[in-house]
T-cell receptor, first 114, second 117 residues
Framework: GDSVTQMEGPVTLSEEAFLTINCTYT??????LFWYVQYPGEGLQLLLK?????DKGSNKGFEATYRKETTSFHLEKGSVQVSDSAVYFC?????????????FGTGTLLAVQP | GAVVSQHPSRVICKSGTSVKIECRSL??????MFWYRQFPKQSLMLMAT?????????EQGVEKDKFLINHASLTLSTLTVTSAHPEDSSFYIC?????????????FGQGTRLTVV
């Protein structure tokens, strides 16, 4: 079945470092792909999304490109800030899915130190 | 973006009592709502999917008689934890999606921290 695999954390970086959080997926057809962010004690917020191959989603300095050939949707940011410390979830929405539910990865905790 | 409001944000209850958590979509009609439970190491567990006016579909291993879900309207779903026990203490999050297709995002509530004492 459809699934999402993302790198285990925690990822600990110094401020202004480059960030990559890997995400790969297994799905039939052409799923839509999402990154969500969860700040401590809160629900999830959509960070960015891409709905077809080679699309690049971007928001708040974060980017991810939908790579169908490698079934990946890696999250990147050129210079992280302390305020980026959060849990990041990669997710997919199956094309034509009967249940309308998103499939989530296990989440990656990012800790940015000043 | 669309707003999903979840209430209460925190609740403490005594063992054996029931707790109701509400999830409202404030500016769109939520065809489907989802309820998640989040464990300490951050992973999200989908508990159930509910569609307005029909019975919820529970994931394997989730007790439907313990976690009662009602999706009475296109803007409101409720999760009732019946006869709560300390092991039910957790962070519960609701999510809602409209009917616009597979390429639209789901919107999440703020979460409810349930502590059963």
């Amino acid at each position: 079945g459809d699934s999402v695999t993302q790198m285990e954390g925690p990822v600990t970086l110094s401020e202004e470092a480059f960030l990559t959080i890997n995400c790969t997926y297994t799905a039939t057809g052409y799923p839509s792909l999402f990154w969500y962010v969860q700040y401590p004690g809160e629900g999830l917020q959509l960070l960015l999304k891409a709905t077809k191959a080679d699309d690049k989603g971007s928001n708040k300095g974060f980017e991810a490109t939908y790579r169908k050939e490698t079934t990946s949707f890696h999250l990147e940011k050129g210079s992280v800030q302390v305020s980026d410390s959060a849990v990041y979830f990669c997710a997919l929405s199956p094309y034509g899915g009967a249940t309308n539910k998103l499939i989530f990865g296990t989440g990656t905790l990012l800790a940015v130190q000043p | 973006g669309a707003v999903v409001s979840q209430h209460p944000s925190r609740v403490i209850c005594k063992s054996g009592t029931s707790v109701k958590i509400e999830c409202r979509s404030l500016d769109f009609q939520a065809t489907t709502m989802f309820w998640y439970r989040q464990f300490p190491k951050q992973s999200l567990m989908l508990m159930a999917t509910s569609n307005e006016g029909s019975k919820a579909t529970y994931e394997q291993g989730v007790e439907k008689d313990k976690f009662l879900i009602n999706h009475a309207s296109l803007t409101l779903s409720t999760l009732t934890v019946t006869s709560a026990h300390p092991e039910d203490s957790s962070f519960y999050i609701c999510s809602a999606r409209g009917d616009a297709g597979w390429n639209t995002e789901a919107f999440f509530g703020q979460g409810t921290r349930l502590t059963v004492v």
